[in-house]
């Protein structure tokens, strides 16, 4: 069964890429897709793009083209929940688009055609990536950049939100959470891919997680530092999370 392994900047798939066995590059829909296998397991590498339609175009060929039996998607996002900080680890239980609106056809947030707000993740490989990530951030102690790092890091499981815009400003970010919490959704997180790719994956019936290591918290400093963290922290996540979920797998 193959893994498809999704990120959305190159800097969080450089170490898995470098340790690719067998690796064998494919060109495919506009894209560079890596074949080969880590820690024994089959594995395709690839770059979603930004924006949930060039992620879904993404999730749709590692399904269709590749035959990705399980898709995991690995990077960044603006922490918007209570106690969620930089550095922080969220992964997402399931995903809203924050942008859609068709109403007066369904409610608010709801994709025309599906039954409900939120679209789920596959609760068995969740588990296992939450699982990973645990493992990882104890092993780590408190080995962690203390220029970016407030605190070490936490584990946090539930509600992400995806768009097709950059949310880098206090007000757009506490404006968003409070509507949907005003609803009943409880968001943690906000990027611009992840509910795409989960609409694909309930579309075809294949597994879905996604993990997002927290750059800012989508406020007016979301920019400060964002090229370092990626570098120094969310490509160390990247790489030890996602081998440590292939070990299990």
Known sequence: ??????????????????????????AHAGRAFWLGTLHGQPVVLALSGMGKVAAATTATALIERFGAARIVFTGVAGGVGEGVQVGDVV???DYVQHDMDATPLCARWQVPGYSAVRLPCDTTLTAMLSGAVSAYLQSAGGHFDSELLAQPPRLHQGLVAS????????????????????????????EMEGAAVAQVCVDYGVPFAAVRAISDRADDDAHVDFHRFIQSVASRYADHIVRGLLRVL
Request: net charge negative.
């Open 91 to 93: 992964v997402a239980q």
């Open 163 to 190: 768009g097709d815009q950059f949310v880098s400003c206090a007000q757009a970010a506490g404006a968003l959470r409070a509507d949907l919490l005003a609803a009943g959704h409880d968001v943690l997180a906000v």
């Open 1 to 26: 069964m193959t893994t498809a392994i999704l990120s959305a900047l190159p800097e969080e798939q450089s170490g898995l890429l470098g340790s690719l066995e067998q690796a064998r590059r494919v």
